[in-house]
């Protein structure tokens, strides 16, 4: 060996060295990069489970609307023939074959129709949460699915060591967060013009910050909305929703089961 290739083998052996530590940290990184989107993808899994667990408990918790419903149009319709025993209402049910008798429990201190508003009250909870919390529930399953696939492509991207791959995962919730930004939201339900001009002078008479009211600033019908709705709902805010009650009852129909759209049964 000639005195030259001795004295380049050091360099040789160093650059060797180099290039196996680069190769190291590479490896490290690859390694520290995968364990934490495993573990942040991990951590947004369980958040979202819990939360569906809680939403739904909260869902069982409102009860069926249609049961509320029923119950309190039966307290109504039994206002001149209900027995009562303490907090214990029996009353005939015109909505089951045969019109057995039932017990309800109300407060014993409440007329019948103080007990019907509260289970309407509860029918309109109720069935407000089946919308909310149903539609909540059903984008959380698929966040849910989205999320768990999305982990088993990574997990596999980690498996092979693909170092291009487990980048664009790195960079895929920037762009993620950047859409959200951009995505218009869904329009909120508004109380109708006349509610809204109302509020609007209230608001001016206190002497409130002026307003700057953008479109749209106050609800309107899209053709679903019909002179009974609007009969009820100006009723109910007079106080009146005991006249809405009665007027339920006797378009009470045997062939027809709560909660089916009118639209397709009668004109209203």
């Given at each position: 060996?000639?005195p030259?290739?001795?004295?380049?083998?050091?360099?040789?052996?160093?650059a060797?060295?180099?290039?196996?530590?680069?190769?190291?940290?590479?490896?490290?990184?690859?390694?520290?990069?995968a364990?934490?989107?495993?573990?942040?993808?991990?951590?947004?899994?369980?958040?979202?489970?819990?939360?569906?667990?809680?939403?739904?408990?909260?869902?069982?918790?409102?009860?069926?609307?249609?049961?509320?419903?029923?119950?309190?149009?039966?307290?109504?319709?039994?206002?001149?023939?209900?027995?009562?025993?303490?907090?214990?209402?029996?009353?005939?049910?015109?909505?089951?074959?045969?019109?057995?008798?039932?017990?309800?429990?109300?407060?014993?201190?409440?007329?019948?129709?103080?007990?019907?508003?509260?289970?309407?009250?509860?029918?309109?909870?109720?069935?407000?949460?089946?919308?909310?919390?149903?539609?909540?529930?059903?984008?959380?399953?698929?966040?849910?699915?989205?999320?768990?696939e999305?982990?088993?492509?990574?997990?596999?991207?980690?498996?092979?060591r693909?170092?291009?791959?487990?980048?664009?995962?790195?960079?895929?919730?920037?762009?993620?967060?950047a859409?959200?930004?951009?995505?218009?939201?869904?329009?909120?339900?508004?109380?109708?013009?006349?509610y809204?001009?109302?509020?609007?002078q209230?608001?001016?008479e206190?002497?409130?910050?002026?307003?700057?009211?953008?479109?749209?600033?106050?609800?309107?019908?899209l053709?679903?909305?019909?002179?009974?709705?609007?009969?009820?709902?100006?009723?109910?805010?007079?106080?009146?929703?005991?006249?809405?009650?009665?007027?339920?009852?006797?378009?009470?129909?045997?062939?027809?089961?709560?909660?089916?759209?009118?639209?397709?049964?009668?004109?209203?």
């Amino acid at each position: 060996m000639s005195p030259r290739s001795r004295s380049s083998s050091p360099a040789r052996r160093g650059a060797h060295r180099r290039g196996w530590d680069r190769l190291l940290a590479a490896e490290q990184e690859f390694d520290n990069l995968a364990a934490s989107l495993i573990s942040k993808l991990r951590k947004e899994i369980n958040r979202r489970r819990k939360l569906q667990t809680n939403l739904k408990k909260d869902l069982t918790a409102h009860g069926n609307p249609a049961e509320h419903k029923r119950l309190g149009d039966l307290l109504l319709a039994n206002l001149s023939t209900a027995t009562r025993a303490g907090n214990i209402v029996r009353l005939q049910d015109y909505y089951t074959e045969g019109a057995p008798t039932i017990e309800v429990e109300i407060d014993e201190n409440a007329t019948l129709q103080e007990g019907a508003g509260k289970f309407f009250s509860r029918y309109t909870k109720a069935k407000r949460a089946v919308g909310e919390l149903g539609a909540r529930l059903q984008q959380l399953q698929g966040e849910l699915d989205e999320l768990e696939e999305k982990l088993v492509k990574l997990q596999r991207v980690v498996a092979d060591r693909d170092q291009t791959a487990l980048a664009g995962f790195a960079e895929a919730p920037k762009a993620t967060a950047a859409a959200r930004g951009k995505k218009q939201k869904a329009p909120l339900a508004l109380p109708g013009k006349e509610y809204m001009e109302h509020a609007k002078q209230l608001w001016e008479e206190l002497k409130l910050p002026a307003l700057s009211p953008k479109g749209p600033w106050h609800g309107y019908t899209l053709g679903d909305w019909t002179q009974t709705w609007e009969r009820f709902a100006k009723r109910t805010i007079t106080g009146d929703w005991e006249a809405n009650g009665l007027e339920t009852i006797k378009r009470r129909r045997e062939d027809v089961s709560p909660e089916t759209p009118t639209a397709n049964h009668e004109k209203l």
